[in-house]
C-alpha cells in the first residue's frame, strides 16, 4: 500500500515550549491509523501543522507529492486534506445544510462569503445536491433545515463531519470524534468512519481516548508521548506493548 503522507523529522515549538519533537511517520493510502497518547502529549499540535493551523518549526510534511509545511490551511484543504475538531465550531446561525456547504467552498484567501459569489450556478447547484446526497448517507436528511444548536450533540457531530467531507479530501483529520458520545454513539461513529473510508476512499488520522474505538477501526497505532513518537505497530501490538502503558501512567506530557 503506497504512502500517501510522509512526516520527516517534524518539530514545532513555542519559545521554550517543544510541542511536537522530531516526529517522523508514514500514513499508507486508504488507512486508519490512531493516533493517541496522554493529556498533553502534541496530538493536535501536530494535526495542526499537518492543517495549516500551524507552521512547524522544522522539518518536512509530503502530502500526495506537495509540501505542506509551509503552506496556508485553504491551500492544504484545496490539496485534499480536511479536519474535524476537538470542539464543535459549527455556525449557529446556518442551518445544517449550510452548515455542510461551507466546507464545500474552497476557503481561498478572500473567504468563504466572497468564494460564494464567484462560483456559477451549476457549480453551486452540483455542490447542494452533493451535500444533500452526504446528509442522507450520515442520518441527518430530516434537520437539513434546522440550527444545529437545537439538535443532540451527536447529531451535531455527524453535521461537523459532513462538512469535512462534502469537498471529498483524500485525508481526514479527525480529533477526537467520540469525545462526548454515549457509548452506543461512539460504536455507531466509528462503524460509520470505517463504511466511509471504504465507500470514499478515505484516509483517515483519528486522534481519540476512547480505546474501544481505536482497537476497532484502526489498522495501525501511533504513539505521542511529551512530542514524541515513542511506538507505532497495530493496535493490539500497541495494547500489549509495556513501554506504553508506562508511558501512560507516567504523568502528563508538555503540550495539547
Request: hydrophobic fraction near 45%; glycine fraction near 10%.
Amino acid at each position: 500500500m503506497p504512502n500517501l503522507l510522509q512526516i520527516q523529522a517534524l518539530s514545532l515549538s513555542f519559545g521554550g515550549l517543544h510541542a511536537v519533537r522530531d516526529v517522523t511517520l508514514d500514513v499508507r493510502s486508504d488507512e486508519i491509523l490512531g493516533l493517541i497518547g496522554p493529556n498533553g502529549a502534541g496530538k493536535t499540535s501536530l494535526i495542526n501543522c499537518l492543517s495549516g493551523l500551524y507552521r512547524p518549526t522544522s522539518g518536512q510534511i509530503q502530502f500526495a507529492g506537495h509540501d505542506l509545511a509551509r503552506q496556508d490551511a485553504w491551500r492544504i484543504r484545496r490539496l485534499g486534506v480536511s479536519r474535524t475538531f476537538q470542539n464543535i465550531s459549527l455556525i449557529s446561525e446556518l442551518s445544517v445544510l449550510d452548515n455542510v456547504l461551507v466546507g464545500g467552498h474552497s476557503a481561498g484567501a478572500a473567504g468563504y462569503w466572497a468564494s460564494v459569489i464567484t462560483w456559477s450556478n451549476r457549480k453551486e447547484r452540483a455542490l447542494r445536491a452533493d451535500a444533500i446526497a452526504l446528509c442522507e448517507r450520515l442520518g441527518l436528511a430530516d434537520c437539513l433545515n434546522e440550527l444545529p444548536s437545537e439538535l443532540p450533540y451527536g447529531t451535531q457531530k455527524r453535521i461537523e463531519l459532513a462538512r469535512a467531507l462534502v469537498h471529498r479530501p483524500d485525508l481526514l483529520l479527525a480529533d477526537e470524534p467520540a469525545a462526548g458520545l454515549s457509548h452506543g454513539e461512539v460504536n455507531e461513529f466509528g462503524e460509520l468512519l470505517r463504511d466511509l473510508r471504504q465507500e470514499m476512499g478515505l484516509t483517515l488520522i483519528l486522534v481519540e481516548h476512547h480505546m474501544g474505538l481505536i482497537n476497532a477501526i484502526c489498522d495501525r497505532v501511533a504513539v505521542m508521548v511529551s512530542g514524541r513518537l515513542v511506538a507505532l505497530g497495530t493496535p493490539e501490538t500497541i495494547r500489549n506493548d509495556e513501554a506504553v502503558r508506562a508511558a501512560y501512567l507516567g504523568g502528563a506530557g508538555e503540550a495539547a
